[in-house]
């Protein structure tokens, strides 16, 4: 199962992930959740292909046409579910919708929040002196948001060794 889910999630992350570039505009997007499922499974140590696979998935309810049944219906409901705990409600105005956003990471389940470590340290690692500090505010509000969770020492400590302190 977890070889072929896989393998789906990549397929179905490029698909819909297709017109989109990364800032530089040249690279493919789906490279990052690509570089997320990476970064869960040989820096993090995940070997569930469930959150591997929310890993790749990650941004594709928030930042493409995709929503949450059709995530439920190709992986299932847990890795909608993962999914869905990593999107922001967009309807919401941008300040609002960051502290929503927060505190829905916060409640989250514990594989959500791995994934959104991974997807916050690969933002800072990819991103250029103009995009740094807002990688920096980020990183260090996760620190702030996941702070004490020890199941997540390892990967908190990695993001905070990329953010310098």
């Not at 017109?19 to 140590?45: C, N, S, W």
């Not at 990650?58 to 439920?72: K, N």
């Not at 103009?130 to 997540?152: E, I, N, Q, W, Y």
């Amino acid at each position: 199962m977890g070889r072929g889910l896989l393998e789906r999630a990549v397929a179905f992350a490029a698909y819909r992930h297709r017109h989109q570039f990364r800032r530089d505009g040249v690279t493919p997007y789906v490279e990052h959740p690509k570089a997320v499922m990476a970064i869960l499974r040989d820096e993090f140590g995940v070997q569930d292909p469930e959150v591997l696979a929310a890993g790749l998935l990650h941004d594709t309810i928030e930042d493409t046409a995709t929503d949450y049944d059709a995530v439920a219906e190709e992986f299932g409901t847990r890795v909608a579910d993962l999914v869905a705990a990593l999107t922001k409600d967009k309807r919401l105005p941008e300040g609002r919708r960051e502290r929503a956003y927060f505190a829905q990471l916060s409640r989250a389940p514990l594989a959500a929040k791995f994934c959104k470590v991974a997807d916050t340290l690969h933002n800072l690692r990819d991103s250029d002196a103009t995009l740094r500090p807002k990688a920096h505010r980020k990183g260090h509000k996760l620190l702030r948001t996941f702070k004490g969770l020890r199941p997540l020492a390892g990967p908190l400590a990695i993001l905070k060794a990329a953010l310098g302190r």
